[in-house]
C-alpha cells in the first residue's frame, strides 16, 4: 500500500498536548496516519518512497464532527423561519417530512452532505425521518462522508397524529436497520437508534430502543431534550419531572446516551449528566433561531460533562457551516459569563476532539495523530479576513474560529481519500445536486397541496 506525504506550513494537531506544528507534514498510507512530523523529521526524512503533495501554504485540522444533523430536512430550508419549537413542528416540519419520497429523501441528503464536505465537516450523527432512511444511508454511502445514521422513532404525536408508527413497527424496522448498516461501508457508516423526543415517544419505545443499543457494538441512543419551555412544561404535566431525570428513572443515562440540546436543566440533572457521562450536543445556532434559550455550556464544561457542536437541521438553522456554529457557540456566552468564557481554542476543541468523544471515535477521529483515520481539512488562511496566515497571537484558533468560512476551506479527506480536493467535488456533481433538490421540493410540495 503506497504511503502519501502531505506537506504543510500548519498543522493543528488536537493531540493531548495541542501541538501546533509549523513547516510539517502528515503520512498517510490507506485510510489511516502514519505519522505526523515536525520541521526537523520532515527536513531529516530521506528516501521516502510514496506520493509527495505539497501543500506548504495550507493549514492541516482534524475533519469537523458535527454531532446533531437532520439530512433530511435540507430541502425544508428557508420554509420555516420565526417560529418556536412546537409550531415549527406542527405547522411545517411534520407535514414536510411525512410528504418525502425516495427520490426526495435522496436529493434532501445530497444536498446537505455537499454543504457539509464543502465546510469541512466529515463526521456526523444524523437523525433521519420516520421513512426512507435507507435513502440516507445511500447518498452516505455514495459520498464517502462518515456517519451515524438513524431514523426518527415516533409512536406518539399530539401534534400530527397520523404522523407516527406503531412501536412494535418502529422497532423492528430500525433493528433491521441497524443490522444492516452498523458497521457498514469499511466501518464509515454507524448507527444510532433515534427516538425523536419525550413527547413523540411512549415509555416502552424509550426504553426497547436503548435496549437495542446493547446488542451492538458501539451503538448510540440519540435524542432530543430540554429544547424549549414549551416542550419542557409538556414533558413535566405527562412525566412529573424533567427530561433528564425521566430519563435517569429509565435507566436509559448513560455515556453512550447523546442529547441534542440540553438547554432547560436544574442542578440535579446537570449533576446527572455528569454522573452517567451522557454526551451533549449543542446547537447554538438552531437555539437562538428558534428563540428556544442558551445552555449552559460553560457550567457543563466545569462539570466535566463531554460538549460537542451540530447545526441541527437546515429549517432551523440555514446553514449546516460549522465555522458559523463554532462562531455562535463563543459569542453567545460571552454577554452571560463574561468574554473569556468561551475560548476559540476550547470552542475548536468541541468541533473536533469533543465531536469524537461524543461519538465515542476518539480512538478513531478527531484529531491528527498516528494511527486516526485520515480525516483532514486543509485551509487556506491567507485570506484578506483572516490574522496574516493564520499567526495570531494565540495561534491558528481564533482565525478559524473566529475569522474563517467555508471559503477557507481548499480540501476535505475522509478515510484517507479525497472528497473535496483544491476547490472541486470528486464524488459529485454540485449543480446537478442543486439542481435535482429543486426539482424534488417542487414536487413534494405538491404531494402536501394535493
Known sequence: MTARLLTLRTIVTMDPSLRVIHDGGIIIRGNTIERVLDAGELQALRGFD?????ATTLTAIPGFVQTHIHL?????????????????????????????????????????????????????????????EEEIVRAIHETGLRAFVGKALMDVNGIMPDFKEPTEQALGSALRE???????????????????????????????????????????????????????????????????????????????????????LNDDELSLLAERQAKVLHCPSS???????????????????????????????NTLD????????????????????????????????????????DQEIGSIEAGKKADIVLLNLDRAWNPVGGQDIDGPYSSIVYSSSPENVVSVMVNGKWLYNAGSFLALDEPRVVEAARTALHQLTGRIRS
Open 72 to 132: 433530511c430536512q435540507t430541502l425544508f430550508r428557508g420554509m420555516a423561519d420565526d417560529l418556536e419549537l412546537l409550531d415549527w413542528l406542527k405547522g411545517r416540519i411534520f407535514p414536510l417530512e411525512a410528504a418525502h419520497s425516495p427520490d426526495s429523501m435522496y436529493a434532501s441528503a445530497r444536498c446537505g452532505i455537499a454543504e457539509l464536505i464543502r465546510s469541512g465537516t466529515t463526521t456526523i450523527l444524523d437523525m433521519g425521518s420516520i421513512h426512507h
Open 178 to 264: 441497524a443490522e444492516r448498516w452498523h458497521g457498514s461501508s469499511e466501518g464509515r457508516i454507524r448507527y444510532a437508534v433515534a427516538p425523536r423526543f419525550i413527547l413523540s415517544c411512549s415509555e416502552p419505545l424509550l426504553k426497547e430502543a436503548y435496549a437495542m443499543t446493547k446488542s451492538f457494538p458501539g451503538m448510540l441512543f440519540h435524542t432530543h431534550a430540554a429544547e424549549n419551555r414549551g416542550e419542557m412544561e409538556a414533558v413535566r404535566q405527562r412525566c412529573a419531572m424533567g427530561n433528564i431525570e425521566y430519563f435517569e428513572t429509565m435507566g436509559i443515562l448513560h455515556a453512550n446516551t447523546c442529547l441534542a440540546h440540553c438547554i432547560w
Open 322 to 361: 460549522m465555522f458559523h456554529e463554532m462562531r455562535m457557540a463563543a459569542l453567545i456566552q460571552k454577554p452571560l459569563h463574561g468574554p473569556t468564557a468561551m475560548d476559540a481554542r476550547a470552542v475548536f476543541a468541541m468541533a473536533t476532539v469533543g465531536g469524537a468523544e461524543a461519538l465515542g471515535l
Open 50 to 54: 510514496g506520493e509527495i503533495e505539497a
Open 287 to 317: 437555539n437562538s433561531k428558534l428563540g428556544s434559550g442558551v445552555a449552559r455550556i460553560p457550567e457543563m464544561r466545569r462539570r466535566g460533562i463531554t460538549i460537542s457542536l451540530g447545526a441541527d437541521g437546515a429549517p432551523c438553522n
